[in-house]
């Protein structure tokens, strides 16, 4: 850079420079200067991945700040997520943005700056969902006494599934169903928070759970540190199922564990509240009937034993027949006699009944053939005349079509009707035969006739031939 050219009439020393090559001269000092560094600080304005994956944020401490890059792979390996207020130590290259002529540094790897950071963390969340009402025990649903399906979130290759599944069987086989998911990292949080949602969305006719457990072991406050992350709690808010929270050792505590409908100690003792001793109940079944068997027995005794006593003080069956008995024969020595008598009393009543009625019907009978007999003689009168007329009608009827149809009509037209002797209708010449003897009727009478010797069919319409110009007498055709 020393051999470049001055300005014209400018007496210096001076280098000159363009903007761009003093920005990235800078950017080389300070790469070269601090390269790779460990930065301790509070993350402020921290509002997640951009929309291309980045992440872009400021490290603060009480009396300077530095702008922060986490670029999308890096994010995506990141064990531990970034989050607004938390004290990190980061470890990552300082360096400058050209365009804005700032400095900041690119982080490649963060932790959170010990224990207290997170605690500080967790208790502010803590108090904010509190506000909201979620850690509320009027929201916790009852666990089911006897679920039939149970559902577990965790992992499915861990130690803790067997555990579950071998305690379950011990105490009361049932139908387990596993939604597989990691229980540490980065992708943890989603696919628990997916998991409990997917469980309370079984469409109808798929086997839904009575009973959700969500289950890991122990670890470090940075392990279970996904539990306590604001999605999965919101999720086991939303949840209409009853879920246990198995999260850790006894001594370990998440936010998952304040708002589930039941926190267990352990995955084990999850599974022991889930579910009652079968051998147990079998016992208390037993034991309940062996009880209501005596109970039973004892009522019956009591009753026996009443009925007994009750029975004594009644008088004998002898003792107690014996005056309707004797009062039996009396009436029964009594009733021939009274039925010889009563249907004598009923026969002479009745003759005298029928010769009164049969006075009474043979007059009712005649009146009402009389009745019938004049009614039948105006119906026929009626019917007579009705069909009388009806027959009239229909014989005008017929001349009128008669006369219409009727062929006088057509000979009164100028038309003639042409029969042989024989009375047979002629309707073509050929059927006319030399001497044959016609009968031709017009409209106002008969006339009879010959046909010539000679007589022969013509052609329609052709003249007949005759030289002298005259017809000759006689003949029709």
Same mark, same amino acid.
């Given at each position: 850079?020393?051999?470049?050219?001055?300005?014209?009439?400018?007496?210096?020393?001076?280098?000159?420079?363009?903007?761009?090559?003093?920005?990235?001269?800078?950017?080389?000092?300070?790469?070269?200067?601090?390269?790779?560094?460990?930065?301790?600080?509070? &993350?402020?304005?921290?509002?997640?991945?951009?929309?291309?994956?980045? =992440?872009?944020?400021?490290?603060?401490?009480?009396?300077? =700040?530095?702008?922060?890059?986490?670029?999308?792979?890096?994010?995506?390996?990141?064990?531990?997520?970034?989050?607004?207020?938390?004290?990190?130590?980061?470890?990552?290259?300082?360096?400058?943005?050209?365009?804005?002529?700032?400095?900041?540094?690119?982080?490649?790897?963060?932790?959170?700056?010990?224990?207290?950071?997170?605690?500080?963390?967790?208790?502010?969340?803590?108090?904010?969902?509190?506000?909201?009402?979620?850690?509320?025990?009027?929201?916790?649903?009852?666990?089911?006494?006897?679920?039939?399906?149970?559902?577990?979130?965790?992992?499915?290759?861990?130690?803790?599934?067997?555990?579950?599944?071998?305690?379950?069987?011990?105490?009361?086989?049932?139908?387990?169903?596993?939604?597989?998911?990691?229980?540490?990292?980065?992708? =943890?949080?989603?696919?628990?928070?997916?998991? &409990?949602?997917?469980?309370?969305?079984?469409?109808?006719?798929?086997?839904?759970?009575?009973?959700?457990?969500?289950?890991?072991?122990?670890?470090?406050?940075?392990?279970?540190?996904?539990?306590?992350?604001?999605?999965?709690?919101?999720?086991?808010?939303?949840?209409?199922?009853?879920?246990?929270?198995?999260?850790?050792?006894?001594?370990?505590?998440?936010?998952?564990?304040?708002?589930?409908?039941?926190?267990?100690?352990?995955?084990?003792?999850?599974?022991?509240?889930?579910?009652?001793?079968?051998?147990?109940?079998?016992?208390?079944?037993?034991?309940?009937?062996?009880?209501?068997?005596? =109970?039973?027995?004892?009522?019956?005794?009591?009753?026996?034993?009443?009925?007994?006593?009750?029975?004594?003080?009644?008088?004998?069956?002898?003792?107690?027949?014996?005056?309707?008995?004797?009062?039996?024969?009396?009436?029964?020595?009594?009733?021939?006699?009274?039925?010889?008598?009563?249907?004598?009393?009923?026969?002479?009543?009745?003759?005298?009944?029928?010769?009164?009625?049969?006075?009474?019907?043979?007059?009712?009978?005649?009146?009402?053939?009389?009745?019938?007999?004049?009614?039948?003689?105006?119906?026929?009168?009626?019917?007579?005349?009705?069909?009388?007329?009806?027959?009239?009608?229909?014989?005008?009827?017929?001349?009128?079509?008669?006369?219409?149809?009727?062929?006088?009509?057509?000979?009164?037209?100028?038309?003639?009707?042409?029969?042989?002797?024989?009375?047979?209708?002629?309707?073509?010449?050929?059927?006319?035969?030399?001497?044959?003897?016609?009968?031709?009727?017009?409209?106002?009478?008969?006339?009879?006739?010959?046909?010539?010797?000679?007589?022969?069919?013509?052609?329609?319409?052709?003249?007949?031939?005759?030289?002298?110009?005259?017809?000759?007498?006689?003949?029709?055709?």
């Amino acid at each position: 850079m020393a051999d470049r050219q001055q300005a014209p009439g400018v007496t210096t020393n001076l280098v000159e420079y363009t903007v761009s090559e003093l920005a990235f001269a800078l950017k080389r000092t300070v790469e070269d200067a601090f390269g790779l560094v460990r930065l301790r600080g509070e &993350i402020s304005g921290f509002k997640g991945p951009h929309s291309s994956g980045h =992440c872009y944020f400021t490290l603060k401490d009480e009396k300077s =700040c530095i702008e922060a890059v986490i670029w999308r792979s890096t994010y995506q390996r990141l064990k531990f997520k970034p989050e607004a207020g938390l004290e990190v130590i980061a470890r990552g290259r300082v360096t400058t943005y050209p365009d804005k002529s700032k400095y900041q540094i690119v982080i490649d790897d963060l932790e959170p700056a010990g224990a207290g950071a997170l605690m500080a963390l967790l208790e502010a969340r803590k108090k904010q969902l509190a506000a909201e009402g979620l850690f509320d025990e009027l929201r916790k649903l009852p666990l089911p006494f006897l679920p039939r399906i149970i559902g577990v979130v965790t992992s499915p290759t861990g130690a803790v599934i067997r555990d579950i599944l071998h305690r379950l069987s011990d105490r009361f086989p049932s139908h387990v169903l596993v939604w597989p998911v990691r229980v540490q990292g980065e992708t =943890c949080a989603g696919e628990v928070a997916a998991a &409990i949602g997917g469980f309370n969305a079984m469409i109808p006719g798929v086997p839904r759970p009575d009973l959700i457990i969500v289950a890991r072991g122990g670890g470090s406050l940075e392990d279970l540190w996904s539990f306590n992350d604001e999605l999965v709690v919101r999720a086991v808010a939303a949840s209409t199922i009853p879920l246990i929270s198995a999260v850790g050792h006894e001594t370990d505590w998440t936010l998952i564990d304040l708002i589930a409908d039941f926190r267990a100690p352990t995955p084990t003792a999850a599974a022991e509240r889930a579910v009652p001793v079968r051998a147990d109940l079998m016992l208390s079944v037993t034991s309940h009937g062996l009880r209501v068997i005596g =109970c039973l027995r004892r009522i019956v005794d009591g009753e026996r034993r009443r009925f007994t006593a009750t029975t004594r003080g009644l008088a004998r069956k002898s003792e107690l027949l014996a005056l309707p008995r004797q009062r039996f024969d009396t009436v029964s020595a009594r009733l021939s006699r009274a039925l010889v008598a009563n249907a004598r009393a009923h026969g002479t009543q009745l003759q005298r009944s029928a010769a009164r009625l049969k006075v009474h019907l043979i007059a009712r009978a005649a009146e009402r053939a009389r009745e019938r007999l004049t009614g039948l003689e105006r119906g026929s009168g009626r019917a007579l005349s009705a069909g009388v007329d009806r027959s009239r009608r229909r014989l005008d009827g017929s001349a009128k079509l008669l006369s219409t149809l009727g062929y006088h009509n057509v000979l009164a037209r100028g038309f003639t009707l042409v029969r042989d002797a024989e009375g047979k209708m002629l309707r073509r010449a050929n059927e006319v035969g030399p001497g044959t003897a016609l009968d031709i009727e017009f409209a106002d009478g008969h006339v009879h006739a010959h046909a010539d010797d000679d007589a022969r069919p013509t052609a329609l319409h052709a003249k007949p031939a005759n030289p002298r110009g005259k017809e000759k007498q006689g003949t029709l055709l």
